[in-house]
């Protein structure tokens, strides 16, 4: 093989040698006319031949045929002279029939198609001299006439139909190639010849002749893309002549004349091919010149595509093209010189996370904007659905493109115009509009006003005329925008889309009065009253406007319809305008409804009074309101309205029941046993380990998962008895009553599979749970469990004991101790498991022993205690005296008492560590109902005898410094992840009038002074004396305050949950030196940090102009800041001192413990502790009253009346909110003005402990 291809090689460059050779002496004889050149020629073209058979790939022989160029130069003169030959012929049929046949393939004498392939060879060496050379011997300008002329072929033109395809296929491939090149644009300019192809793409031809035109427009396409030079674009404008004799043409306008001008000849299909390639020679231009784009509007060119694109458009036949057309408009917007400026003016409300985008750089932006507006005029004008859809597309893909698009196209094609359109048009059209909509919010993050008003015009609009499948499109569109932001609530009020909506909602109730609404309408009905209760939802502007839209009455008329569906959606927003819109009218004409005798819709009833209990439940700003518009008068008004319309079962039913009752139903039901009231001891099951009855206390487990709901029907009877799965399904019916959660689904409950291997039976039930509702349903679980029996006696323990597992887990919060001991559960349970307490082991000892020993911590009876004592006789416990009735006396009584009572007994009376186990009274901050609970302390540092109790102004800040002292019990911190929420253990803040000479005193924003917070990442103390406007902003949130004003002190390990800690910040003011924070913590010194000290003029450096009008104080989180967090915290007491304390003295209220009520008077001896006139606040939970704003303001300040009023939302005047108030305990002290005490602000998520 090596042998032939060296072979190969050798005849390959000996015929290139020969050729060569023959090719020289050529050149060096004389010729004495054309023929005789043609003829001497013809004895090199032969070889020529042969070496392009040898060389395949033209690139090969640049470097072996040294005399290419020259060769190059012979053959494209002796081609040129053999076409212009032949095109000597005046008619143009028989010129270009003459050409054909000799340029034809498979002829007898073939010499035309052997040079066409020469040449064709030649092109595709890649060498620009050889284009060169050929042009210098007008090559391209011949073939260019040629292939004009081709035009005019007649229909039977010699020649089969496979030659002429060879022909036109390699004729295509020269030209194409030669284009490629400047030097042939140049060339075809000087020529003039370059007219001939704008004048060819757009001038009708037979149809049998079609192929060469379209070989002129890709030609056009390529010389614009691949050889656009100055010249040329020059040249395609009109602006440059290469010689007298040529006149200027503007290739541009001709070629739209030639397209639009009346002709039979032209297919509609044609014209569009015509425009493709117009265009597509326009697009290609713009990347380098603009003057042709420029032409082409000058000419009207958009106007006559628009108006060519409206009259096809309706035609089946050219929609494919026209959508060609489309594709090739949308790629024209990216085409431009010349950088479009976005146009944004910023609305009233702006999105946090807008920011205006800039051009990406990309090739994708907009730079036409003529090519947009056409776009959308097409979209407006034209009636033919699916090319509307492609418009709407190609604008789709524009702005996604590239984020600056919208914006630049927005002051001219404004996307609102084509909304304001969308009317009759088809939904799959109005559907994508919606999209643009859409996509405009949600992913520029930018709110569309203008859009938006046309939204709300239109849908008032298409209700009218009837569009309804069009307003459901546009109302699912705004529910979607509307979940991106909540401040998107204002934009739909400032757009006038509440208003909108309300008048929908109007117009709906007014035709459902008439008639029976459609399932349309219905729907539209349904939406627009669901979307008005999320705009509503906190969002007091909105309710206001609503109200003002709509009127109290109709959305009662509402309620009062027949329509369950909507009337559930209507309560829906009559519930948000209740708790955000605070509107006394509409809950009036709600009581109003209930209060109608006349109205006998039992039905109706019960779904309002189902609504009012959930929003009393939900708000207390609801529940203030029902008060004031006579709530409790309306029900009982409504209770004896209904005398009598009630059946009456008087002789099946029992005259009042008790839980004792529902024990005995449940008894006689046959699910229990009926006779048994204690708990057996006596069987040998009781004595075994835990670990025997494991699998069937983990199959009892399996029905107590409280996130399935219960279905009778799945009972499996392959793992549980009947009588065991019966007597748990009523248990845990009644644990559900307990707690009351029926309809709280949010309650998690720990998942129904078993624990892992080796795990204790006891941590099936460990979970924490909900605060007990109604404790006598626990008391009847208890009750029941010595009747849950088997045939099986291992079932009968794992069940029972079970119980008894569950039990104790519900008792495990110390506030659910707390409602048992009310219930004198501590009698009941030494009542039912006395056989129990009287074994020295048993399967329910430990969990009974938990129970009694956490119950006795809060409270026992002296006679529940003597029974549990004296259980079993010991020692001396009989009555020496004989009684009628006493039990006869035992062999056991008189010993010693059992070591397991004696544990107990010391469980329960040990003093143990202060800090875990004996609370004192405390106030609790809980921010998972609500999100926040705090202490308002109204005029901390009364100025004057108008604010606070007592006489003389107190001074803040302080001169020397001051300290900041409390007992503290986090139960749980948040998560950092999840629900970070500081623990905001002070904030104190001023407010204060700033002097203006033309309106006297002008109110300004309260600032804050002093910050204390436990972070809520790390736990570390953070201490802030830096002026800020954010009152009670988390300071781990805060970017802008400098180092000298914040302090953070890492505590570690010394703020343990469930543990009592003594916290103390000392603040001491310098005034040569640095002034100066100390932190104690337990009494212990946790550091001295360098901190600036509270600024003495309320705003600083314009204390001139600035009043100090109230400093007040917050501890815990105000409203204002509400955040549903699993934070809970409790706060003992809290003391704030007028002077920096030392470290002896820190140490020795620390020794006092949290339990410690007073002042620090009497602690030392004869000499107090502190001062008691520096004493300025102290608060104890102990010390609390119940009172109102205006008891408030009779006993003690209207100015703090009117104060605590404006906080809670209440009248100064009111007598109905109850407010719990812990007072100042220092308030009869000498001293100052000091404050009268700190109301509580919380409704679910604070409590006292006494």
Same mark, same amino acid.
């Given at each position: 093989?090596?042998?032939?291809?060296?072979?190969?090689?050798?005849?390959? @460059?000996?015929?290139?040698?020969?050729?060569?050779? *023959?090719?020289?002496?050529?050149?060096?004889?004389?010729?004495?006319?054309?023929?005789?050149?043609?003829?001497?020629?013809?004895?090199?073209?032969?070889?020529?031949?042969?070496?392009?058979?040898?060389?395949?790939?033209?690139?090969?022989?640049?470097?072996?045929?040294?005399?290419?160029?020259?060769?190059?130069?012979?053959?494209?003169?002796?081609?040129? !002279?053999?076409?212009?030959?032949?095109?000597?012929?005046?008619?143009?049929?028989?010129? /270009?029939? /003459?050409?054909?046949?000799?340029?034809?393939?498979?002829?007898?004498?073939?010499?035309?198609?052997?040079?066409?392939?020469?040449?064709?060879?030649?092109?595709?060496?890649?060498?620009?001299?050889?284009?060169?050379?050929?042009?210098?011997?007008?090559?391209?300008?011949?073939?260019?006439?040629?292939?004009? #002329?081709?035009?005019?072929?007649?229909?039977?033109?010699?020649?089969?139909?496979?030659?002429?395809?060879?022909?036109?296929?390699?004729?295509?491939?020269?030209?194409?190639?030669?284009?490629?090149?400047?030097?042939?644009?140049?060339?075809?300019?000087?020529?003039?010849?370059?007219?001939?192809?704008?004048?060819?793409?757009?001038?009708? +031809?037979?149809?049998?002749?079609?192929?060469?035109?379209?070989?002129?427009?890709?030609?056009?396409?390529?010389?614009?893309?691949?050889?656009?030079?100055?010249?040329?674009?020059?040249?395609?404008?009109?602006?440059?002549?290469?010689?007298?004799?040529?006149?200027?043409?503007?290739?541009?306008?001709?070629?739209? @004349?030639?397209?639009?001008?009346?002709?039979?000849?032209?297919?509609?299909?044609?014209?569009?091919?015509?425009?493709?390639?117009?265009?597509?020679?326009?697009?290609?231009?713009?990347?380098?010149?603009?003057?042709?784009?420029?032409?082409?509007?000058?000419?009207?060119?958009? #106007?006559?595509?628009?108006?060519?694109?409206?009259?096809?458009? !309706?035609?089946?036949?050219?929609?494919?093209?026209?959508?060609? &057309?489309?594709?090739?408009?949308?790629?024209?917007?990216?085409?431009?010189?010349?950088?479009?400026?976005?146009?944004?003016?910023?609305?009233?409300?702006?999105?946090?996370?807008?920011?205006?985008?800039?051009?990406?750089?990309?090739?994708?932006?907009?730079?036409?904007?003529?090519?947009?507006?056409?776009?959308?005029?097409?979209?407006?004008?034209?009636?033919?659905?699916?090319?509307?859809?492609?418009?709407?597309?190609?604008?789709?893909?524009?702005?996604?493109?590239?984020?600056?698009?919208?914006?630049?196209?927005?002051? =001219?094609?404004?996307?609102?115009?084509?909304?304001?359109?969308?009317?009759?048009?088809?939904?799959?059209?109005?559907?994508?509009?919606?999209?643009?909509?859409?996509?405009?919010?949600?992913?520029?993050?930018?709110?569309?006003?203008?859009?938006?008003?046309?939204?709300?015009?239109?849908?008032?609009?298409?209700?009218?005329?009837?569009?309804?499948?069009?307003?459901?499109?546009?109302?699912?569109?705004?529910?979607?925008?509307?979940?991106?932001?909540?401040?998107?609530?204002?934009?739909?009020?400032?757009?006038?889309?509440?208003?909108?909506?309300?008048?929908?909602?109007?117009?709906?109730?007014?035709?459902?009065?008439?008639?029976?609404?459609?399932?349309?309408?219905?729907?539209?009905?349904?939406?627009?009253?669901?979307?008005?209760?999320?705009?509503?939802?906190?969002?007091?502007?909105?309710? +206001?406007?609503?109200?003002?839209?709509?009127?109290?009455?109709?959305?009662?008329?509402?309620? +009062?319809?027949?329509?369950?569906?909507?009337?559930?959606?209507?309560?829906?927003?009559?519930?948000?305008?209740?708790?955000?819109?605070?509107?006394?009218?509409?809950?009036?004409?709600?009581?109003?409804?209930?209060?109608?005798?006349?109205?006998?819709?039992?039905?109706?009833?019960?779904?309002?009074?189902?609504? #009012?209990?959930?929003?009393?439940?939900?708000?207390?700003?609801?529940?203030?309101?029902?008060?004031?518009?006579?709530?409790?008068?309306?029900?009982?008004?409504?209770? &004896?309205?209904?005398?009598?319309?009630?059946?009456?079962?008087?002789?099946?039913?029992?005259?009042?029941?008790?839980?004792?009752?529902?024990?005995?139903?449940?008894?006689?039901?046959?699910?229990?046993?009926?006779?048994?009231?204690?708990?057996?001891?006596?069987? &040998?099951?009781?004595?075994?380990?835990?670990?025997?009855?494991?699998?069937?206390?983990?199959?009892?487990?399996?029905?107590?998962?409280?996130?399935?709901?219960?279905?009778?029907?799945?009972?499996?009877?392959?793992?549980?008895?009947?009588?065991?799965?019966?007597?748990?399904?009523?248990?845990?019916?009644?644990?559900?009553?307990?707690?009351?959660?029926? =309809?709280?689904?949010?309650?998690?409950?720990?998942?129904?599979?078993?624990?892992?291997?080796?795990?204790?039976?006891?941590?099936?039930?460990?979970?924490?749970?909900?605060?007990?509702?109604?404790?006598?349903?626990?008391?009847?679980?208890?009750?029941?469990?010595?009747?849950?029996?088997?045939?099986?006696?291992?079932?009968?323990?794992?069940? !029972?004991?079970?119980?008894?597992?569950?039990?104790?887990?519900?008792?495990?919060?110390?506030?659910?101790?707390?409602?048992?001991?009310?219930?004198?559960?501590?009698?009941?349970?030494?009542?039912?498991?006395?056989?129990?307490?009287?074994?020295?082991?048993?399967?329910?000892?430990?969990?009974?022993?938990?129970?009694?020993?956490?119950?006795?911590?809060?409270?026992?009876?002296?006679?529940? #205690?003597?029974?549990?004592?004296?259980?079993?006789?010991?020692? +001396?416990?009989?009555?020496?005296?004989?009684?009628?009735?006493?039990?006869?006396?035992?062999?056991?009584?008189?010993?010693?008492?059992?070591?397991?009572?004696?544990?107990?007994?010391?469980?329960?009376?040990?003093?143990?560590?202060?800090?875990?186990?004996?609370?004192?009274?405390?106030?609790?901050?809980?921010?998972?109902?609500?999100?926040?609970?705090?202490?308002?302390?109204? @005029?901390?540092?009364?100025?004057?005898?108008?604010?606070?109790?007592?006489?003389?102004?107190?001074?803040?800040?302080?001169?020397?410094?001051?300290?900041?002292?409390?007992?503290?019990?986090?139960?749980?911190?948040?998560?950092?992840?999840?629900?970070?929420?500081?623990?905001?253990?002070?904030?104190?803040?001023?407010?204060?009038?700033?002097?203006?000479?033309?309106?006297?005193?002008?109110?300004?924003?309260?600032?804050?002074?002093?910050?204390?917070?436990?972070?809520?990442?790390?736990?570390?103390?953070?201490?802030?004396?830096?002026?800020?406007?954010?009152?009670?902003?988390?300071?781990?949130?805060?970017?802008?305050?400098?180092?000298?004003?914040?302090?953070?002190?890492?505590?570690?390990?010394?703020?343990?949950?469930?543990?009592?800690?003594?916290?103390?910040?000392?603040?001491?003011?310098?005034?040569?030196?640095?002034?100066?924070?100390?932190?104690?913590?337990?009494? !212990?010194?946790?550091?001295?940090?360098?901190?600036?000290?509270?600024?003495?003029?309320?705003?600083?450096?314009?204390?001139?102009?600035?009043?100090?009008?109230?400093?007040?104080?917050?501890?815990?989180?105000?409203?204002?800041?509400?955040?549903?967090?699993?934070?809970?915290?409790?706060? /003992?007491?809290?003391?704030? &001192?007028?002077?920096?304390?030392?470290?002896?003295?820190?140490?020795?209220?620390?020794?006092?413990?949290?339990?410690?009520?007073?002042?620090?008077?009497?602690?030392?001896?004869?000499?107090?502790?502190?001062?008691?006139?520096?004493?300025?606040?102290?608060?104890?939970?102990?010390?609390?009253?119940?009172?109102?704003?205006?008891?408030?303001?009779?006993?003690?300040?209207?100015?703090?009346?009117?104060?605590?009023?404006?906080?809670?939302?209440?009248?100064?005047?009111?007598?109905? *909110?109850?407010?719990?108030?812990?007072?100042?305990?220092?308030?009869?002290?000498?001293?100052?003005?000091?404050?009268?005490?700190?109301?509580?602000?919380?409704?679910?998520?604070?409590?006292?402990?006494?």
């Amino acid at each position: 093989m090596k042998l032939n291809a060296d072979m190969e090689n050798v005849d390959r @460059s000996l015929t290139l040698l020969h050729l060569r050779k *023959t090719f020289s002496e050529y050149c060096r004889m004389p010729i004495s006319s054309s023929e005789d050149g043609s003829r001497k020629f013809d004895r090199v073209f032969p070889l020529f031949a042969r070496v392009m058979a040898m060389y395949p790939s033209p690139e090969e022989i640049v470097d072996k045929f040294k005399e290419l160029y020259v060769f190059a130069g012979h053959l494209s003169r002796h081609l040129v !002279q053999e076409i212009r030959l032949r095109a000597a012929n005046e008619c143009a049929q028989l010129a /270009a029939s /003459a050409i054909l046949n000799f340029l034809l393939p498979d002829v007898v004498d073939c010499r035309g198609w052997t040079l066409l392939n020469a040449v064709c060879y030649l092109s595709y060496t890649k060498q620009e001299e050889v284009i060169e050379v050929m042009c210098k011997a007008a090559l391209p300008s011949t073939l260019v006439k040629a292939l004009y #002329l081709f035009f005019d072929l007649p229909p039977g033109a010699s020649g089969d139909i496979t030659s002429k395809q060879k022909l036109f296929a390699v004729f295509q491939k020269v030209l194409k190639k030669l284009c490629e090149f400047n030097c042939v644009g140049e060339e075809l300019t000087r020529k003039d010849d370059l007219f001939l192809l704008f004048a060819g793409a757009s001038c009708a +031809c037979p149809a049998e002749n079609v192929e060469w035109r379209e070989a002129v427009s890709q030609l056009l396409v390529v010389i614009v893309s691949k050889s656009l030079s100055s010249s040329v674009a020059k040249y395609i404008h009109g602006t440059v002549c290469h010689s007298p004799k040529i006149v200027a043409k503007n290739c541009i306008s001709i070629f739209l @004349s030639n397209i639009c001008k009346e002709d039979e000849n032209l297919l509609d299909q044609e014209r569009i091919g015509m425009f493709i390639c117009l265009l597509s020679v326009l697009k290609d231009s713009a990347i380098t010149v603009n003057v042709l784009s420029q032409d082409f509007a000058r000419a009207n060119g958009y #106007l006559l595509l628009r108006d060519f694109i409206l009259k096809y458009s !309706q035609n089946n036949e050219t929609e494919e093209g026209i959508k060609n &057309i489309i594709l090739l408009i949308m790629s024209m917007t990216t085409c431009g010189v010349a950088e479009l400026k976005p146009n944004y003016t910023p609305g009233m409300i702006v999105l946090p996370a807008f920011n205006l985008p800039t051009p990406s750089n990309n090739g994708l932006t907009l730079r036409n904007i003529d090519a947009f507006r056409l776009l959308f005029q097409i979209f407006i004008q034209c009636k033919n659905e699916r090319i509307c859809e492609a418009v709407v597309d190609s604008i789709h893909k524009i702005y996604a493109s590239d984020a600056v698009n919208y914006f630049i196209a927005d002051k =001219e094609c404004p996307l609102s115009q084509m909304i304001e359109r969308i009317g009759p048009k088809s939904s799959e059209i109005q559907r994508k509009v919606m999209e643009l909509v859409e996509y405009v919010v949600l992913h520029l993050n930018h709110i569309p006003y203008k859009e938006l008003i046309a939204l709300s015009v239109m849908l008032k609009a298409e209700i009218s005329n009837n569009g309804l499948d069009f307003c459901i499109l546009l109302l699912q569109c705004v529910f979607r925008i509307l979940s991106a932001n909540a401040l998107l609530k204002d934009a739909f009020r400032e757009a006038g889309l509440v208003e909108s909506l309300a008048w929908t909602m109007l117009h709906f109730i007014s035709t459902d009065k008439t008639r029976p609404l459609s399932e349309s309408e219905g729907r539209v009905a349904l939406l627009s009253t669901d979307i008005l209760s999320l705009l509503v939802s906190s969002n007091l502007a909105n309710a +206001c406007v609503f109200r003002e839209s709509a009127g109290p009455k109709a959305i009662i008329d509402l309620i +009062c319809s027949n329509n369950d569906e909507w009337r559930a959606s209507a309560l829906q927003l009559m519930k948000q305008l209740l708790i955000f819109g605070q509107s006394e009218e509409q809950l009036t004409a709600l009581l109003l409804v209930l209060h109608t005798p006349t109205l006998d819709n039992i039905d109706l009833k019960a779904v309002l009074l189902k609504f #009012l209990l959930s929003a009393l439940r939900e708000s207390h700003k609801v529940r203030l309101m029902f008060r004031r518009s006579g709530g409790y008068l309306c029900l009982m008004s409504l209770l &004896i309205s209904l005398e009598g319309k009630l059946s009456s079962d008087r002789e099946e039913t029992i005259p009042e029941v008790t839980w004792d009752n529902l024990c005995l139903a449940l008894r006689v039901s046959g699910a229990f046993v009926k006779d048994v009231e204690k708990i057996d001891a006596e069987h &040998i099951i009781w004595q075994a380990e835990t670990s025997e009855i494991q699998s069937k206390v983990e199959a009892c487990h399996e029905l107590f998962d409280f996130n399935e709901p219960f279905n009778s029907g799945c009972m499996p009877v392959d793992k549980i008895p009947i009588s065991i799965f019966t007597a748990l399904s009523m248990i845990r019916f009644l644990v559900s009553l307990a707690l009351d959660s029926y =309809e709280k689904p949010e309650v998690t409950w720990p998942s129904s599979s078993g624990p892992a291997a080796g795990e204790q039976c006891g941590s099936l039930a460990s979970w924490t749970a909900g605060v007990l509702v109604h404790p006598g349903a626990l008391i009847s679980v208890l009750h029941l469990l010595p009747s849950i029996q088997s045939s099986t006696f291992q079932w009968t323990a794992a069940a !029972q004991y079970y119980c008894a597992l569950l039990i104790k887990a519900l008792l495990r919060p110390e506030r659910n101790q707390q409602i048992m001991c009310q219930s004198n559960m501590a009698h009941n349970i030494l009542k039912i498991g006395v056989n129990v307490f009287k074994s020295e082991k048993h399967l329910m000892l430990a969990p009974f022993y938990y129970i009694l020993e956490r119950l006795s911590s809060h409270a026992i009876t002296p006679s529940d #205690l003597r029974s549990f004592l004296r259980l079993d006789m010991p020692l +001396c416990c009989r009555n020496l005296d004989e009684t009628e009735g006493e039990e006869p006396v035992t062999d056991d009584e008189g010993g010693p008492i059992p070591i397991s009572r004696v544990k107990a007994l010391v469980s329960m009376m040990t003093p143990r560590d202060h800090r875990i186990a004996q609370n004192p009274s405390f106030v609790e901050f809980d921010m998972a109902p609500e999100g926040f609970a705090c202490l308002v302390i109204p @005029s901390l540092t009364p100025f004057s005898s108008d604010f606070g109790m007592g006489y003389g102004e107190r001074v803040f800040p302080p001169l020397n410094g001051l300290t900041v002292m409390m007992w503290l019990c986090v139960e749980q911190f948040s998560d950092k992840r999840i629900d970070p929420h500081p623990v905001r253990l002070l904030t104190i803040y001023r407010s204060f009038n700033t002097s203006k000479k033309e309106d006297g005193f002008k109110q300004n924003p309260p600032l804050v002074c002093l910050s204390v917070q436990l972070s809520s990442i790390d736990h570390s103390l953070l201490i802030c004396t830096a002026e800020s406007e954010t009152t009670g902003n988390d300071l781990e949130k805060e970017r802008n305050i400098a180092d000298e004003n914040l302090i953070r002190i890492t505590l570690g390990d010394s703020v343990c949950i469930g543990q009592w800690t003594h916290i103390a910040v000392v603040l001491t003011r310098s005034v040569l030196k640095h002034s100066q924070a100390a932190v104690y913590i337990n009494g !212990q010194l946790e550091g001295t940090y360098k901190l600036h000290y509270i600024i003495q003029n309320v705003g600083g450096g314009a204390a001139h102009l600035s009043y100090a009008n109230g400093v007040h104080a917050v501890i815990g989180t105000p409203p204002a800041y509400r955040s549903q967090s699993r934070l809970c915290f409790k706060i /003992a007491t809290f003391v704030l &001192i007028e002077e920096p304390m030392n470290a002896e003295a820190i140490i020795r209220i620390y020794g006092l413990e949290p339990h410690y009520i007073g002042n620090f008077q009497t602690v030392s001896g004869d000499t107090p502790l502190i001062a008691e006139e520096r004493i300025c606040l102290s608060l104890s939970a102990v010390a609390n009253k119940e009172l109102n704003a205006s008891r408030i303001g009779s006993i003690y300040s209207k100015a703090d009346s009117a104060f605590i009023a404006r906080y809670v939302g209440v009248s100064i005047h009111d007598k109905s *909110t109850p407010l719990r108030v812990l007072l100042n305990t220092v308030t009869h002290a000498p001293g100052p003005l000091r404050s009268f005490g700190a109301v509580l602000l919380g409704y679910l998520g604070t409590s006292f402990y006494f």
